[in-house]
């Protein structure tokens, strides 16, 4: 009923830059807040990266602060992450999220997810 698509990961150097897309699809009736989750190669468990809010509200976990750049196009359900300054310990599967309403659930919020790209950030 509800897809989101990832695109944009791959293998870069250190310093360099990536910008990871997510386009969502289907039944969907709003979006309330967009995000990006990373999973570390060592790590069991999914961690926030950047969300922002319907009403353009970010938040940023602090190992990215001044590093990534979250936006949105809400036009299109689409949103980004924009990654400069890449660094080894930015490695990890990143997966884009979303809280969302659908049509003909009245009320309730839907937590999606997408498949997941691989970013991997050589020395």
């Known amino acids: 009923q509800v897809q989101l698509v990832e695109s944009g990961g791959g293998l870069v150097q250190a310093g360099g830059s990536l910008r990871l897309s997510c386009a969502a699809s289907?039944?969907?009736?709003?979006?309330?807040?967009m995000g990006w989750y990373r999973q570390a190669p060592s790590g069991t468990e999914r961690t926030l990266v950047a969300?922002?809010?319907?009403?353009?509200?970010?938040n940023y976990a602090d190992s990215v602060k001044g590093r990534f750049t979250i936006s949105r196009d809400s036009a299109r359900d689409t949103w980004y992450l924009q990654m400069n300054s890449l660094k080894p310990e930015d490695t990890a599967v990143y997966y884009c999220?979303?809280?969302?309403?659908?049509?003909?659930?009245?009320?309730?919020?839907?937590?999606?997810w997408g498949q997941g790209t691989q970013v991997t950030v050589s020395s």
């Open positions: 999220n979303a809280d969302l309403f659908q049509l003909g659930y009245r009320d309730y919020l839907f937590e999606h």
């Open positions: 969300k922002i809010t319907s009403g353009g509200s970010t």
């Open positions: 289907g039944s969907i009736r709003s979006i309330n807040a």
